[in-house]
């Protein structure tokens, strides 16, 4: 059998790949994207598909859709962090024939693969199957997979706290001058509200960021009113500060959780309220070089979006990527 593995993570590529039967008969090969996925599924080069949802260029959905439309010959498994039960139910209709949530468990992955029959079926005598050839994969690469899970986490409780489906994004990871991301971020026509909460452990510490504008900012209070049971009025910023504390403590939990690493989290305060970046930022600063991990939530049922910055120091950014290289076994 020709499978395929499509996940724009390294990192989740190789894990895949190492969680399949040793014993199956079959060939492996990888794609970074959907795009790509798709037309070799065209080319009928996949008959089995393992697939993530969040990916750039063509998403995981779009991919299953059109496998549907083309009615393509290809049995598809998802294997995704984004674990908002709107996107499970979506992947079901649009043909999916399981859900496994990351990071991926052998032994989940076993349950999925022999209720389809599928491990007797390629087990093939005492075949032991070649390894794929996988690339090469830096701190970076890890952590960019740890944020990706963990964005997965907050979405789902953003979600149920909005009774909504969150638009997860590909989590950018990077490490940049501090100067430099005030400025990409700088907009003189874009005002904008800032929570902040610090955190701090095992050598490591920095700051996250949530932001929204005053659209946002000013629609949350309603949108939030099922949730809490209770009519806000004129009480935009504590909602802020709940959402804010809510969505990071939940992202800094599972991303510390993946990494073994114990960080204290401040309480929340406000940054700046209706200010531009520039009044937020202070550019004085002493980190000259920062990492940085940036996700841009968006809820489109109410055309709301809030972005989330989780930004290590400059002092933090070699224990970080120590705890990350433990999960690099080449």
């Not at 395929?4 to 970074?32: G, N, Q, T």
């Not at 209709?93 to 468990?105: D, T």
């Not at 909460?197 to 099922?226: H, M, Q, W, Y």
């Not at 809510?246 to 690493?261: E, G, M, N, V, Y």
Request: aromatic fraction near 6%; hydrophobic fraction near 40%; charged fraction near 30%.
């Amino acid at each position: 059998m020709k499978v395929l593995i499509c996940d724009d993570s390294k990192v989740a590529r190789k894990s895949i790949e190492l969680a399949l039967p040793k014993d199956w008969d079959i060939e492996v090969s990888f794609a970074e994207n959907g795009q790509e996925a798709l037309e070799l599924i065209k080319q009928g080069l996949v008959e089995l598909l393992f697939l993530d949802l969040t990916m750039p260029v063509m998403d995981g959905f779009e991919v299953l859709k059109n496998i549907r439309e083309q009615q393509l010959d290809c049995l598809t498994i998802v294997i995704s962090g984004d674990i908002q039960e709107e996107s499970q139910r979506r992947v079901e209709k649009l043909g999916a024939l399981g859900f496994i949530k990351k990071p991926i468990v052998s032994e989940e992955l076993h349950d999925v693969l022999e209720r389809y029959g599928l491990i007797r079926e390629l087990l093939s005598g005492n075949h032991q199957r070649r390894k794929a050839k996988t690339e090469p994969i830096e701190p970076t690469d890890i952590l960019k997979e740890v944020s990706n899970i963990a964005l997965g986490d907050a979405a789902k409780l953003l979600g149920d706290m909005l009774s909504s489906f969150i638009q997860l994004p590909v989590p950018e990871v990077a490490k940049r001058p501090y100067n430099a991301l005030i400025h990409e971020l700088h907009d003189d026509n874009v005002r904008v509200n800032m929570v902040s909460e610090g955190f701090v452990g095992n050598a490591i510490a920095g700051e996250a960021i949530l932001c929204v504008d005053n659209r946002t900012l000013n629609d949350l209070p309603s949108k939030l009113s099922d949730y809490h049971g209770y009519e806000f009025k004129d009480d935009s910023r504590s909602v802020l500060l709940d959402v804010a504390s809510t969505l990071i403590a939940a992202f800094l939990k599972r991303f510390s959780s993946q990494l073994d690493l114990e960080l204290n989290i401040s309480q929340p305060a406000f940054l700046g309220m209706s200010e531009t970046v520039n009044n937020v930022f202070k550019e004085d600063v002493k980190d000259k070089e920062v990492l940085v991990i940036t996700i841009d939530y968006e809820i489109p049922d109410y055309h709301l979006n809030c972005d989330l910055y989780v930004i290590f120091t400059e002092a933090s950014i070699a224990a970080l990527e120590e705890r990350a290289g433990y999960f690099i076994d080449e």
